[in-house]
Antibody, heavy 123, light 110 residues
């Protein structure tokens, strides 16, 4: 079955760039209609959507982080990646990747999810 | 503060039924599809309900979803201790052009 796995540094210094990769297995990242997304969860808090990407490169970003976020895709490796610049302690969170469906102009759900990776922003 | 409002916590006894509400507006629940997620302690969220009331394969029929106007409800019957988790509603907001989650509801099975 489809599985997603996040990877990347667990510690990032303030003002630097957070970089994570999500590897998709058990299916193709190039599937029609499916987008691939990033969601984060600060310790003890709720979920926040970061953005989604299509295999052809089309993206949707959360306006709250849009100025600092870039999501990219590498279909040859069945991976997509997240870059978040100028991080602060407020960006400390568990970062999840997940598959989503775009249907008639709206995203419908997220499934499945990766297990998540904790990124701590600290000097 | 989220555009989707959920109660912070709910509780019920084993075997009983519980409902969790998710209140929104015409730019989200009023016109788009709601999904619900279960997050067991220390684990990733899991899709429970999509398209307002549909269950993915493997989700038991004691889990249900409904929508009326600008509110949605998750129902769980025959509560088990294993149902203790955080539950989130989620939806696309057409005005914000963003996906939004509710603040989450912690379910305690007494």
């Amino acid at each position: 079955q489809l599985q997603l796995q996040e990877s990347g540094p667990g510690l990032v210094k303030p003002s630097e760039t957070l970089s994570l990769t999500c590897t998709v297995s058990g299916g193709s990242i190039s599937s029609n209609s499916y987008y691939w997304g990033w969601i984060r969860q600060p310790p003890g808090k709720g979920l926040e959507w970061i953005g989604n990407i299509y295999y052809s490169g089309g993206t949707y970003y959360n306006p709250s982080v849009k100025s600092r976020v870039t999501i990219s895709v590498d279909t040859s490796k069945n991976q997509f990646s997240l870059k978040l610049t100028s991080v602060t302690a407020a960006d400390t969170a568990v970062y999840y990747c997940a598959r989503t469906l775009l249907w008639f102009g709206e995203f419908n759900w997220f499934d499945p999810w990766g297990q998540g990776t904790l990124v701590t922003v600290s000097s | 503060q989220s555009v989707l409002t959920q109660p912070p916590s709910v509780s019920a006894a084993p075997g009983q039924k519980v409902t969790i509400s998710c209140s929104g507006s015409s730019s989200n629940i009023g016109n788009n599809y709601v999904s619900w997620y279960q997050q067991l302690p220390g684990t990733a969220p899991k899709l429970l309900i999509y398209d307002n009331n549909k269950r993915p394969s493997g989700i038991p029929d004691r889990i249900s979803g409904s929508k009326s106007g600008t509110s949605a409800t998750l129902g769980i019957t025959g509560l088990q201790t294993g149902d203790e988790a955080d539950y989130y509603c989620g939806i696309w907001d057409s005005s914000l052009s963003a996906w939004v989650f509710g603040g989450g509801t912690k379910l305690t099975v007494l």
